[in-house]
């Protein structure tokens, strides 16, 4: 299956110069997470990629995937002609054994890890919070060292304040830029109170990676997520201002989908690739 924009590059289509490109297909990636239920087996890991190649991706960032040798997945991935733009790894992990991270990351030819999500972390006072950021700083150094980076993926949970200040804010306060990076999701700043275009002008030149989650109201008035272009963000500006910023990966995620995932996935890179590029 060869996507639209394969398409237009075989018919020579030549862009119009006066079009305001503020990325390309090929920055476009898919988070797993969002097929988690079938990647679990090496077998399924192989017949979910092909698929996500076949949408029009061309790179993946690897979470919720179940156990395979790296190897073995850097084989499928050639294969498919995927790169691995990014991981989540545990985030307990990453604190304590960034050595392996780095190893891992080596592996798969990948240059970005994510913090995933802080699990049992204490952000009861502004005092653990600055804990928290001086235990990420310490092992983004390690990952930087070795030519890696460590990025911080954000929820909902980062938006309570002490003395005025996002929990989010004061991790990238407390941190080196170079030790610490930005993976701005979207869809959580916006259920968090934030706006996600604030945040990509924030973090201009420290956002490599962003989320892509789009955000809407169900018929129950509650807050749901979406296929990028159903909901009720302003893409073409956060794309916009994200790019301008440096961001290197624009990855598509839904954590839950109506129906099934992979035509969510489709929705969204359709959407992306008539829209966005």
Request: glycine fraction near 8%; include cysteine.
């Amino acid at each position: 299956m060869v996507s639209r924009f394969e398409s237009r590059k075989e018919t020579g289509r030549i862009a119009n110069p006066h079009e305001h490109q503020v990325m390309k297909i090929e920055q476009v990636a898919a988070q797993l997470y969002t097929i988690r239920d079938f990647i679990q087996t090496p077998e399924d890991i192989a017949s979910s990629l092909k698929k996500i190649r076949e949408i029009g991706y061309s790179a993946i960032q690897i979470s919720g995937m179940g156990p395979i040798d790296e190897g073995e997945l850097s084989r499928i991935l050639q294969g498919e002609g995927l790169t691995c733009c990014a991981t989540h790894e545990p985030g307990a992990r990453i604190i304590s054994e960034p050595e392996a991270i780095v190893e891992r990351l080596n592996k798969l030819d990948c240059k970005y890890t994510a913090y995933p999500y802080p699990a049992g972390v204490d952000f009861s006072t502004l005092d653990a919070v600055k804990s928290f950021a001086a235990d990420l700083n310490s092992a983004g150094k390690v990952l930087y060292d070795s030519g890696k980076t460590l990025a911080y993926h954000n929820h909902q949970i980062e938006f309570r304040r002490f003395a005025g200040q996002t929990i989010l804010d004061i991790i990238y306060a407390e941190t080196d830029p170079r030790y610490l990076q930005g993976e701005i999701d979207a869809y959580w700043v916006q259920y968090g109170g934030g706006n996600p275009l604030d945040w990509c002008k924030k973090l201009k030149g420290r956002l490599p990676l962003l989320h892509m989650k789009d955000y809407m109201i169900t018929n129950d008035n509650q807050p749901t997520f979406a296929e990028i272009g159903n909901g009720n963000l302003d893409w073409k500006s956060i794309v916009a201002e994200a790019e301008s910023g440096g961001c290197e990966w624009f990855i598509v995620e839904q954590d839950t989908c109506a129906g099934d995932p992979f035509d969510s996935l489709r929705i969204s890179f359709e959407y992306v690739e008539e829209n966005l590029v």
